[in-house]
């Protein structure tokens, strides 16, 4: 479904681009873009959870939470 996405979003920006120097296409240009808009967004959020894990359970933020008790 990522890669549909993706194909949709790269199509779409390039009729955009294709359709501003054409006559009357700036209004076609305006539904491919947003069109764009909306698989960019699809794809963005069907990324993966990039976050960088900890290395150091020492460094632990909440750690001094356990040394309470």
Do not use: E, N, Y
Not at 1 to 14: D, E, H, I, K, Q
Not at 23 to 40: D, N, S
């Amino acid at each position: 479904m990522r890669a549909l996405s993706t194909l949709v979003a790269l199509v779409s920006l390039v009729l955009t681009v294709v359709l501003l120097p054409v006559p009357g296409g700036a209004f076609f240009a305006m539904v491919t873009f947003g069109l764009f808009l909306l698989a960019l967004v699809g794809v963005i959020g069907g990324m993966d959870d990039q976050d960088v894990r900890q290395r150091h359970p020492s460094l632990d933020p909440t750690g001094w939470r356990d040394d309470a008790r």
